[in-house]
């Protein structure tokens, strides 16, 4: 199939993480602030053990001290940045302690209005998880999943597709955001 790649060279194209996703505030994080957006935006369960958080962040060895800076963090994702709607101690599937977390919709809802403002009306979602397109109809915005596996190159049938898409988006005048997060957690 032939493409059209003009819009690549025209800026017609808007290419960002995925809705909600908070980008936007890293600049203002310190670098395990950034770890921990990374991982509540590749979690697919939301739930982690504290000790291996802090490890993971590089807060260094468990102790009253580390534990108090992780607290601390989730009270800043929950009250100054609105990331977090809520977090609380719970079990995990094995039974093991774990932190349980809430994402806030108001990440969501401030980026869709946001895409909104700048006439953005199609989401491509190139995710192996698809986006959660509910909260799109009701503002007059469209999705195309398109599930390429993390770390995966797309089938030549996935990259037709989403070319087609594009080239019929930009076609009818219509503005298209293409999201991905490949699984690097960044």
Not at 84 to 91: M, V
Not at 135 to 140: C, R
Request: a negative charge; glycine letters at 8%.
């Amino acid at each position: 199939m032939a493409h059209n790649f003009s819009w690549i060279f025209e800026a017609k194209l808007v290419g960002m993480r995925r809705p909600g996703c908070s980008l936007e505030l890293t600049p203002e994080m310190m670098s395990h602030e950034r770890c921990f957006l990374a991982w509540l935006n590749s979690s697919s369960s939301l739930s982690i053990d504290r000790q291996r958080l802090a490890k993971s962040l590089g807060l260094g060895p468990s102790g009253l001290q580390v534990d108090q800076r992780i607290l601390d963090l989730y009270k800043k994702f929950g009250d100054i940045w609105g990331i977090l709607e809520s977090y609380r101690e719970g079990f995990g599937a094995e039974g093991e302690a774990v932190d349980l977390f809430v994402r806030s919709p108001k990440p969501v809802e401030a980026d869709l209005a946001f895409l909104r403002k700048n006439v953005i009306d199609s989401i491509v979602s190139l995710r192996e998880t698809p986006l959660d397109t509910e909260p799109l109809g009701p503002i007059g915005m469209e999705a195309l999943h398109i599930p390429i596996p993390d770390r995966k190159a797309p089938t030549p049938e996935q990259f037709d597709l989403f070319l087609g898409h594009v080239d019929a988006k930009l076609t009818d005048r219509h503005t298209v955001l293409a999201h991905c997060w490949g699984g690097t957690a960044e």
